[in-house]
């Protein structure tokens, strides 16, 4: 299917590449995973989207016939040669969405009628990412649960919006940036800079003394899975979507100084799947989720970039096709 680009963001994916002293992808790859568009035409004996939908990307393309795609979990696709290679898909494998057209295969397109581009743009990252851990989670956040989220960049704001739309859970953030921590005041239940004194002993008086149900750690160091370890509830659930290069030590012993029992912890989860996509884009059609976005032409893309990086940005950058 070929689509014409609306939008496309600019994540810290495509920074981390740009920025590693060694090759990231193959030399000439477009980059670009976060991708809104317009068909344009499609491939023969194709059943998709009419010429003309506005469409959004799903950015992981799996084999769509082993044990896990059948099952529809795409983005734990076991087709892809090795258990630590993920499925791939537009700006990491294949040609992304920073250009004025991209080809990608039917079964990655969602309808997005209706929204608009530079926010559909986003939803099969930016907001399927955090959908993905909460919808994964929601046996823990029953009425009376509480949710920490660490890190309230685009992803911890659409998730802030994101657990307001589906779940009752009391939610409590954590962030260093005050401007980060407004854009989200009015959402939320409790907001704490992470350098208030005694930070672990306010998140637990906000989550009522038992701690988090669910931690959502969007920054991944050593300093926010510390906090998350320290805080989160017996039989609760760390996610832990944030790849800052942190670490966190489990003890196994019968009795323990940190985590406490029952905890789960879920490392590095990859994207979400269709049906995770399907129900975000249903959401935000509806008008129940949304978050900050800044939007540059495709010509200052790599101003884009540079505000990204350097933290300018609160929320998500959205290049734009005029």
């Given amino acids: 299917m070929l689509l014409k680009v609306r939008a496309c963001g600019v994540c810290h994916t495509d920074v981390s590449f740009r920025d590693r002293p060694s090759l990231a992808v193959e030399p000439g790859l477009t980059l670009g995973h976060e991708i809104s568009g317009r068909v344009e035409s499609v491939g023969p004996d194709t059943d998709a989207a009419p010429l003309g939908s506005e469409v959004v990307v799903h950015t992981i393309?799996?084999?769509?016939?082993?044990?896990?795609?059948?099952?529809g979990l795409q983005n734990a696709c076991v087709g892809t040669g090795s258990r630590l290679i993920p499925p791939q898909g537009p700006g990491t494998r294949y040609d992304g969405g920073m250009a004025e057209y991209v080809v990608v295969p039917a079964g990655a397109v969602v309808g997005a009628a209706g929204i608009a581009p530079e926010l559909a743009a986003v939803l099969p990252d930016a907001a399927t990412v955090p959908y993905h851990a909460i919808d994964s989670s929601r046996?823990?956040?029953?009425?009376?649960?509480?949710?920490?989220?660490?890190?309230?960049?685009?992803?911890?704001?659409?998730?802030?919006?994101?657990?307001?739309?589906?779940?009752?859970?009391?939610?409590v953030v954590v962030d260093i940036r005050d401007s980060a921590l407004d854009a989200v005041r009015d959402q939320v239940d409790t907001v704490l800079n992470a350098d208030s004194d005694d930070l672990a002993d306010k998140v637990s008086a906000a989550?009522?003394?038992?701690?988090?149900?669910?931690?959502?750690d969007f920054v991944g160091t050593d300093t926010t899975l510390g906090l998350a370890a320290r805080?989160?509830?017996?039989?609760?659930?760390?996610?832990?979507?944030?790849?800052?290069?942190?670490?966190?030590?489990?003890?196994?012993?019968?009795?323990?100084?940190?985590?406490?029992?029952?905890?789960?912890?879920?490392?590095?989860?990859?994207?979400?799947?269709?049906?995770?996509?399907?129900?975000?884009?249903?959401?935000?059609?509806?008008?129940?989720?949304?978050?900050?976005?800044?939007?540059?032409?495709?010509?200052?893309?790599?101003?884009?970039?540079?505000?990204?990086?350097?933290?300018?940005?609160?929320g998500r950058p959205v290049l734009t096709m005029q």
Wanted: proline share 6%; glycine share 14%.
């Fill in 231 to 314: 805080t989160v509830a017996p039989y609760g659930t760390i996610w832990v979507p944030g790849q800052a290069g942190g670490s966190l030590t489990l003890e196994a012993d019968r009795t323990t100084t940190v985590v406490p029992r029952g905890v789960a912890v879920v490392s590095r989860p990859y994207g979400g799947t269709r049906q995770n996509l399907l129900e975000v884009v249903s959401l935000a059609g509806s008008g129940l989720i949304s978050a900050p976005i800044t939007t540059y032409p495709f010509d200052d893309a790599l101003r884009a970039f540079d505000d990204l990086s350097s933290g300018r940005v609160i």
């Fill in 139 to 171: 046996d823990l956040l029953d009425s009376g649960a509480s949710v920490l989220v660490l890190g309230v960049g685009g992803l911890g704001q659409f998730a802030v919006s994101i657990l307001r739309a589906i779940t009752p859970a009391r939610v």
């Fill in 207 to 216: 989550t009522g003394g038992y701690g988090p149900d669910l931690v959502l």
């Fill in 61 to 71: 393309w799996s084999c769509g016939e082993c044990r896990r795609c059948v099952r």
